[in-house]
């Protein structure tokens, strides 16, 4: 087992063994603990989890979208990427636009009534249709708001005008490697009430060291079961791809955690994952031709000798 893998699957049993019961905005129940820490060191292999299947391309072409500035989930679902998807059908069934059948709590109705989850499909299926084809519903309803992509890249001051946080720091890292401001901030406490979901994964810090390159990730608030295994896959590739714009290797991923916590209606699934035996960790392809992580595409980056245990279905919180 890698030392990257055992340092998830320790976390999972941490928390079921010492977390606590707490409610949550979502109203699914969570087991939760309060500050957590997992190092990840990038030279073992790519930390993406074998225990169950992580999808690397949905994971590439949302980084591609924070890295790009973008806040609209079209340019997600035209590369097949439904992970954010729930919270903009949200915004849509619950405006006055929206004459469909009434989705309320759908996020848990649609888990137990049969009737309900069908009429759900339905309506999901017809909004990303209308985000695909329709471009003024897509910029209507499509939008979540200044989330991630927006802070990264366009940071509003109140001179009224932007910070390009992660172009200033890609250019202080091979400037002054050694600062200890090669820093990115998503929370931005203006910007929260009007983004669809608050950034969970709220800043992340840069370090520089023997040629090498290491990120620290400060996540707020850490989905272990569904979201943990993406966000470390996707910090460990923004490690990868800055680095090699900056002629550097990669280091470590380090992934610091506030509220920890694992969804009442995951417990099932957590012990199948816990059950099976890790596999080796897969290789990252990065396309050396591609100098700037501004113009990466997903084709620009893959992964070899992936071979793990089955996807493991869980339903989301929203």
Known sequence: MSNSEQSYLQLLKYVLENGTK???????????TFGYQMRFDLNEGFPLITTKRVPFRLIASELIWFIQGDTNIRYLLQHNNNIWNEWAFKRWVESAAYTGPDMT?????SQSDAAFQSAYEEQM???????????????EYGELGDVYGKQWRQWKTSQGESIDQLKDVIDTIKRNPDSRRLIV?????????????????????????????????YQRSADIFLGIPFNIASYALLTH?????????AGEFIHT???????????????????????PLPQLKINPDKKSIF????????????????????????
């Open 185 to 217: 901030s998503a929370w931005n406490p203006e910007d929260v009430p009007g983004m669809a979901l608050p950034p969970c994964h709220t800043m992340f810090q840069f370090y520089v060291t023997n040629g090498k390159l290491s990120c620290q990730l």
């Open 22 to 32: 707490k409610e949550d905005r979502t109203g699914t129940g969570t087991i939760s």
């Open 105 to 109: 709590n759908f996020g848990l109705r």
């Open 257 to 279: 955690l506030g509220d920890a916590h694992i969804y009442t209606n995951h417990m099932d699934q957590i012990k199948i994952q816990l059950s099976r035996e890790p596999k």
């Open 241 to 249: 791809m800055v680095a090699h714009e900056c002629g550097l290797e």
């Open 295 to 318: 113009d990466f595409d997903v084709a620009d980056l893959a992964i070899d000798h992936y071979e793990p245990h089955p996807t493991i279905k869980a339903p989301v919180a929203v």
């Open 125 to 139: 299926e017809l909004f990303k249709q209308r985000i695909l084809n329709d471009e003024l519903f897509a910029a």
